[in-house]
C-alpha cells in the first residue's frame, strides 16, 4: 500500500522553478525489447554449466540504523512537528529522523531488525544471486550501484537479482515519506548501510558456495489446504474486485550434498503485505521487518506447539539462512482489513499490532516446515538458468513526474523525452525496468518490478483462484448500511444492494497463457514463483481491463469503485509496458 505526500503541495512546489533534472536523455527502444541483455549458460561470460554441479551460498546482514535521532511525540499523533524535540546527535541543528512509510513519521525504536539476504547459485561459468531487502521497495538506480560496486567484480557474478520485501515500517529507501512535503524521506546514512549489507551479503553467498541438492515443496496459505473453497481469513485477503489471488506458499531448501542435514538456504515465497503493525495507533512508530522476521526466524529455528495451532508437534528449525520473497500482492493483498490470524493459544488476533505480524510469520513457518516434512520432494538434478531483459514504461503519473522533479526519489534512468522541455502529455518521460528468469531444477523464478495485480500472474477471471470468496466481494453497497456487498442476499431484507461505479469489465480481461503458466512452460518446471518488488520498485501494475482514472483528477483524486491503486501506478499503459515484456522473456528460448 502506497500512500504518498500532497500532489497539489508537489505540483505547487514544481511549478515554482524546481531544479531538479531527470536522468539525461537516452536512446531507447520505448517498448518491448529486441533480445534479452543475458542468456545463461551459453553467453559470452556464461559459455556452459561445466559439470553440472549446483553450488550454492548464502548470507545475511543487517543493516538496522544504530543510535539514531529519535524525537519526543508531544501530542501522541505519531507524527513529527517542528515544534517538538528531538535528540541532536549529530549536532547539526535539525532533525536526521529514519523516517517511515506515511509521511512525517520518525522512528521512536526498534521492534525487529531489517536485514539483507542473499542466496548464491553457481553452475559451470554461471554465477546468479537473490538478494531481498527489507524495505518498501528499491529503485533501480540503487540496485545498479550496488550490482557495480567494485568489490564484487572479481566474483564472476552474471547477475544480481535484488528485490524488497515491502515492509512499510522499514526506513524509506524510495523517499516519499520524508518529514514534509517534497522533502525526501531518504537518508544517506539508511541507504549507505543497505548498500553495505547487500555488497557484504552477496559476497559471502558467492564466496561459500558448495555443491547442494534441493528439498523442496508448496501449500496454500488458506483456512483448510484441503478445501480450496475454505477461504483465507486467517492468513490474508484481496480488499479489491475482482478476488483474485494466489496464496500458495513455496519452501526450497538447499542442503549440503555432503550432509543433507545440513541447510545452506531456505527461500520462501509468499504474497501478502508486510504493514500490519503500522496500522497500531497505540504505540510509538517502530523500525520494523513485520512478519518476514518471524517468518524467517521460525523457519530457520523451528516452531513450537506453544507458539501456532498449526505446529501440530514441535518442528525442528532448519538452519542455514532464510530468504523471504516476496509475491503478486497488487490489489491489496494482506491481513489488514477482516483475517484474524490465530495466536500462540489459537485465539485469534484482530487488532493490527506487532503480535498479529509475529503470528503471521509464525504460523506460515510452522505451515512450511510441516509442508517440507510432509510432501518435500528432493532432487539433485538441479540445471541452472537465467535470462534478464531491459525494457521501458511510459510514466503518466503526474504524481511521479513531479516526485522526480523535485528529487524526492532514490536514482533511476528515465528517456524518450526531452528534459529541457516542460513535462506534458506531448512529453512524457518514459522508466527502464527490468525482469529476470532464473531456473533451478523444478523452482522456476520471474521477477516484476512492483506490486502485481494477481490475475496478471495466474488469470483466475473465472473464479477458480478465489478461494471461496465471491468474485465481486465489493461490488455494491447496501443502500441502509453503506456496506459492502454482491448481492442483495448480503443486505438486510428488503434493502438493496447498490452497483459500485467502475467495476471490471471481464470481456476485456487478458487471454491466457498468463506468467504463471509461461514459467510452468519452461521444461522441468513444478513449482511456479513470482518475486515481486524485484528488479525495480514502480508501485502497482494494475490490468489494462480494470484500470479507471478519476476524470477530473486523475492520480490525484480515486475513482469510484474500488481503484486506489490506479492513482499510484506508472499509468493506463502499465500492463502493456510492464507486463507484456515479462511475457515475451518467458517465451524466449535460446536458438
Request: hydrophobic share 40%; proline share 8%.
Amino acid at each position: 500500500m502506497i500512500r504518498p505526500v500532497s500532489l497539489c503541495s508537489l505540483l505547487l512546489l514544481a511549478c515554482g522553478g524546481g531544479q531538479a533534472t531527470p536522468d539525461a536523455m537516452v536512446d531507447a527502444r520505448l517498448e518491448g525489447f529486441d533480445k534479452p541483455d543475458l542468456v545463461c549458460p551459453g553467453g559470452p561470460s556464461c559459455a556452459n554449466a561445466g559439470d553440472g554441479v549446483l553450488k550454492v551460498g548464502a548470507a545475511k546482514r543487517t543493516f538496522t540504523p544504530q543510535d539514531f535521532e529519535t524525537y519526543t511525540d508531544e501530542n501522541m499523533d505519531r507524527k513529527w512537528q517542528t515544534t517538538e524535540p528531538y535528540t541532536d546527535k549529530n549536532g547539526n541543528g535539525k532533525f536526521d529522523g529514519v523516517w517511515l512509510f506515511g509521511g512525517e513519521r520518525a522512528a521512536e525504536g526498534v521492534k525487529t531488525d531489517v536485514e539483507a539476504r542473499a542466496i548464491a547459485f553457481v553452475q559451470g561459468d554461471t554465477t546468479v544471486v537473490i538478494v531481498y531487502n527489507d524495505c518498501i521497495g528499491l529503485l533501480a538506480g540503487d540496485m545498479e550501484i550496488i550490482r557495480n560496486d567494485p568489490r564484487l567484480a572479481s566474483l564472476g557474478i552474471d547477475h544480481v537479482m535484488i528485490g524488497s520485501t515491502h515492509a512499510h515500517d522499514a526506513p524509506d529507501t524510495v523517499g516519499l515519506w520524508g518529514p514534509q512535503v517534497a522533502v525526501t524521506g531518504r537518508q544517506p546514512f539508511v541507504v549507505k548501510a543497505l548498500y553495505e549489507a547487500d555488497v557484504a551479503a552477496i559476497t559471502e553467498a558467492v564466496q561459500n558456495a558448495q555443491p547442494a541438492q534441493l528439498v523442496i515443496a508448496s501449500t496454500p496459505l488458506i483456512n483448510d489446504p484441503a478445501t480450496r473453497t475454505s477461504k483465507t481469513d486467517d492468513w490474508a485477503q484481496d480488499i479489491r474486485d475482482p478476488v483474485i489471488f494466489d496464496p500458495t506458499l513455496t519452501i526450497a531448501r538447499f542442503v549440503k550434498v555432503s550432509d543433507p542435514t545440513t541447510t545452506i538456504g531456505t527461500i520462501v515465497n509468499w504474497a501478502d503485505h508486510p504493514e500490519v503493525a503500522h496500522f497500531d495507533d497505540t504505540v510509538p512508530a517502530m523500525i520494523t521487518a513485520h512478519y518476514p522476521h518471524w517468518l524467517r526466524d521460525h523457519v530457520e529455528n523451528g516452531v513450537l506447539t506453544t507458539a501456532s495451532k498449526y505446529a501440530l508437534q514441535n518442528l525442528a528449525g532448519l538452519g542455514g539462512v532464510t530468504v523471504f520473497v516476496q509475491g503478486a500482492l497488487g490489489g491489496q493483498i494482506g491481513s489488514i482489513r477482516g483475517t484474524h490470524p490465530p495466536g500462540p493459544n489459537g485465539t485469534p488476533i484482530t487488532m493490527e499490532s506487532s503480535a498479529m505480524d509475529q503470528a503471521i510469520g509464525t504460523n506460515a513457518a510452522a505451515r512450511a516446515l510441516t509442508a517440507l516434512r510432509d510432501s518435500g520432494e528432493s532432487t539433485s538434478v538441479l540445471p541452472l538458468s537465467v535470462k534478464t531483459a531491459k525494457f521501458w514504461a511510459k510514466i503518466e503519473n503526474t504524481y511521479f513526474h513531479v516526485a522526480f522533479l523535485v528529487n524526492l526519489l532514490g536514482p533511476h534512468e528515465l528517456a524518450g523525452y526531452n528534459k529541457d522541455q516542460s513535462i506534458d502529455e506531448t512529453n512524457e518521460p518514459w522508466i527502464s525496468l527490468r525482469s529476470t528468469y532464473i531456473q533451478i531444477g523444478p523452482l522456476g523464478i520471474v521477477s516484476a518490478p512492483g506490486e502485481l495485480h494477481p490475475e496478471l500472474w495466474v488469470g483466475g477471471y473465472d473464479g477458480s483462484w478465489s478461494w471461496g470468496w465471491p468474485l465481486l466481494m465489493h461490488a455494491g453497497k447496501c443502500a441502509d448500511t453503506h456496506n459492502d456487498c454482491s448481492g442483495p442476499v448480503d443486505c438486510n431484507a428488503g434493502i438493496a444492494c447498490t452497483p459500485s461505479p467502475n467495476q471490471p469489465n471481464f470481456m476485456e480481461a487478458p487471454q491466457p497463457p498468463y506468467m504463471r503458466d509461461l514459467v510452468l512452460a519452461h521444461p522441468g518446471v513444478r513449482y511456479p514463483v513470482l518475486a515481486g518488488l524485484a528488479e525495480d520498485y514502480v508501485g502497482y501494475i494494475v490490468p489494462a481491463y480494470n484500470y479507471a482514472l478519476d476524470p477530473n483528477n486523475p492520480y490525484i483524486t480515486e475513482a469510484q469503485g474500488d481503484h486506489y491503486e490506479e492513482v499510484y501506478s506508472l499509468g493506463p499503459l502499465v500492463e502493456q509496458h510492464a507486463v507484456h515484456p515479462i511475457l515475451q522473456l518467458l517465451q524466449y528460448r535460446a536458438p
